[in-house]
Each structure stands twice: as C-alpha cells, then as structure tokens.
C-alpha cells in the first residue's frame, strides 16, 4: 500500500491522470477496475478517475507492493552534465524582489562597454566547445530572474533547448540538474512531473528562455505564449537597408525532412504607421534551400513585425516582434524579402556572411531573443504582470555594433522601448 500527499506540483491534475503517471505501465482497464473496486482511492472516498487534486489530498493505493513495482517503469535519471565542476557557479541562489523584477535598460544593454573580444560563443572554437562539452549552463551568469515559480535564462548560442537525440544534453535536462542540486526536486518527484523550458529556440539562436518550475507556472505560461499574450522581442542584423517598420505576413512551408523552411505568398507589407500597402522584394538569395522538395501540407501563416533601429554600411539593425512563432520564422522571413540575418547561411548571403567570419569570428546567425514583455496575469502568477525582462546580448553581437554604429550609446532608451 502506497499513499501519496499531493504537493503543488501534482495539484489541478485529475485523479486518473496522477495515477496514470504514478503506475505508469498499468493499462487504463487496470485503473479504471482499481477506481471501481476502491483500490485507488482520494481522501478515503471512492473516485471515478475524473475528480481534480488538491495541495494536501491524499491519494492512496491499496496495491500490494509487488504490484505497483511492476507497474511502474523506474525513473531513468542521470545527470548527463558534468555537475560536479558546476555547482560551484550556482552559488548563493539569485533571488530577485517580484516588486522590483523590470530591469534597467541602460545596466542590462550597455555591454558594449565591456570587453570588446570576440565571446567563445560567437567563434568557430566556441561553437565546438559548447557541442562537446556537457556543461551546465544554467548559473547566475545566465540566470535573468528566477523565483520558485519560473527561471528566465539568457541562453548563449550553440545550446540546445530541447534534445534531438537521446544522448543530447538540453536545457531541459539542464533545468532538471540545476533543480536536484537546489534541492528543490528529487528524483521521486519526477515519476509525476517534469519541470520544463516553454519556448524554444534555434541551436545557434540566443537569449530569452522561459522555464516553469511548477505545474502550475508551467501550465500559466504554455497558455500565454500559445495565446500570444506575451509579447517577444529579438534583436538582429540584417543584410541591406530598411528604413521603415514593416509587417510582413505569409505562409511558412517546411522542407520534407524538417530542416529548412520556406515563405510562400508573402501577400502583404505594411509600411509605416499609415498602413500603406507594398508588395514584397523577391529578391533570389541562394541558400541550402534551392535543393530541396518541401511538403505543401505543412503551410503555416505566419506574422512578423520588423522595426529598423540603425543603418550602416549595408546592414541594418533591427527590432523584431515575433507576433506568430514558427520553426526558423524570422530568418525566413527576413530571407524571403532579401535582407538575410547576418551569419545565417541556411537562409542567408555566403559570400556577405563570409565576410563577418573573417573579421568577428561569426559562425551562426546574429539573432537574440533580447525582450519579454508579460501580459496581466491572475493568480500565482500575477505578480509578473506587465513585467519586462531583457537578455544582455552576446559580446560578438555587441562588438560588431560598437564597431559599425559610432553613435550607438544614444539610440540606447529608442531601441529598448
């Protein structure tokens, strides 16, 4: 016999879905004959399956403990990181007042006051290291906020956020390391919840990831960015100029093995703030997309806000707001009419991304996730509501502005608002 008090990570779930996850090799027929013959039973009370769970309740199992063993796949942990060379970043843990969560821009943005070299991240070694090495990220380096609800993290390029492989080692796992070594998560605790990133990044895409340490933080923010609710906001170079804000709107068509995408009928720009209306500049840029055969069933639409901060000498820097959020939108998106992001050689320029390898050391594409705006918010979480968070941008990033934009410290509080 086995009873379990439910805590705040197993709450709002239903009885059946608990024990589906508790036992969870046992076929439905099984449960469903335990919640019938009061094997499995809530408060003492015979249940259906369907009853939702509260902090405090206790869900009790009158299986002999043979049974529930041989119903139960054991949890399969093992850090995959190199924790042990780690834990000594975590240090004290960051905690920030929630009265006092908006950061200041000109302390968060001004890093290109800092070292000018180029960061590992950016250069051709960097991007090796962080592939070969199972290093966990997740310290107060890159943690941007974090309470016993959420972490935002500024995630550098080259980081994985979810596993492609098996043997991969994401932020995912990452999450889970950095909470065990906290103590604020066991190894028991995973056979009934996982705590996991909400939004998700390309590979070599940095900046802002949001993870929920709770079920219900996760359940709270996979609705508001499902919703579109909380606004995002990237920051990127681009090839060529662009002078007035634009809204680009289209259909996005992957490849038929999922690695490259494709905008089709690009129908609309919006030009400036009277709404006038352009075709698109089809410009042809080559890219590894020319070759490949892409699945017309997989059409999406999708929407990008792009807003030009600064100009000089043929690249553009650029405010973008992901209004849809789709596989490699943006750099399709900004490809598909001719302003490809720098460093981006699956959609972009060779010979243009060439050049700023050659000289920065730019091995991937010049695109971080740099602004998360929160919606009004209800509940546990409503403390973050209307809160702003910025990711500081890599140091590659920075140099190449300082280097190109020689007014740069006053277009600072423009381009952050």
């Not at 009853?51 to 093992?78: H, R």
């Not at 606004?231 to 996005?252: A, C, E, S, W």
């Not at 905008?263 to 400036?272: A, F, N, R």
Request: proline share 2%; with cysteine; hydrophobic share 35%.
């Amino acid at each position: 016999m086995v009873n379990r008090e439910i805590g705040k990570n197993e709450a709002g779930q239903s009885v059946y879905k608990f024990s589906k996850k508790f036992l969870n090799l046992a076929p439905d027929s099984f449960l469903y004959k335990m919640f019938r013959k009061k094997n499995i039973v809530l408060n003492k009370k015979k249940v259906t399956g369907k009853e939702i769970l509260n902090v405090g309740d206790n869900l009790s199992f009158f299986l002999a403990d043979e049974t529930i063993k041989s119903f139960q796949k054991e949890v399969d942990y093992k850090s995959q990181g190199d924790n042990k060379s780690n834990l000594s970043l975590y240090g004290i843990r960051k905690k920030v007042d929630k009265n006092n969560t908006t950061l200041d821009y000109q302390e968060k943005f001004n890093v290109w006051e800092k070292s000018t070299k180029s960061d590992s991240i950016g250069s051709n070694d960097g991007l090796k290291k962080l592939e070969n090495n199972s290093k966990n990220i997740i310290c107060n380096e890159n943690i941007i906020y974090e309470d016993e609800n959420i972490l935002l993290l500024n995630k550098p390029a080259g980081v994985l956020s979810q596993k492609s492989r098996d043997n991969d080692y994401s932020l995912v796992e990452m999450l889970i390391d950095y909470m065990i070594s906290q103590g604020e998560l066991s190894v028991t605790d995973l056979q009934t919840f996982h705590p996991s990133i909400v939004n998700r990044l390309d590979r070599n895409t940095s900046g802002l990831i949001v993870a929920g340490k709770t079920l219900f933080a996760l359940q709270e923010l996979s609705r508001i960015f499902k919703s579109r609710e909380i606004k995002k906001y990237y920051l990127t170079l681009v090839k060529g100029r662009i002078d007035k804000k634009i809204v680009l709107d289209g259909n996005l068509q992957k490849s038929a093995d999922g690695n490259f995408v494709v905008v089709d009928k690009v129908s609309k720009i919006y030009l400036g703030n009277e709404g006038e209306n352009k075709e698109p500049n089809q410009a042809e840029v080559k890219n590894e997309g020319n070759n490949k055969e892409f699945n017309s069933k997989s059409n999406t639409h999708i929407e990008t806000e792009i807003i030009p901060l600064l100009f000089s000498d043929n690249i553009t820097l650029l405010k973008v707001h992901l209004i849809t959020g789709k596989t490699h939108q943006i750099r399709a998106h900004l490809g598909s009419i001719g302003h490809p992001v720098v460093g981006d050689y699956k959609y972009g320029d060779r010979k243009f991304n060439d050049y700023y390898k050659r000289k920065y050391g730019v091995k991937a594409q010049l695109l971080h996730s740099y602004q998360l705006v929160f919606p009004k918010l209800k509940g546990e979480l409503d403390y973050l509501s209307d809160k702003e968070y910025f990711a500081e941008i890599p140091k590659v990033f920075a140099r190449i502005l300082k280097d190109k934009f020689e007014d740069l410290d006053n277009y600072i509080s423009r381009y952050l608002k």
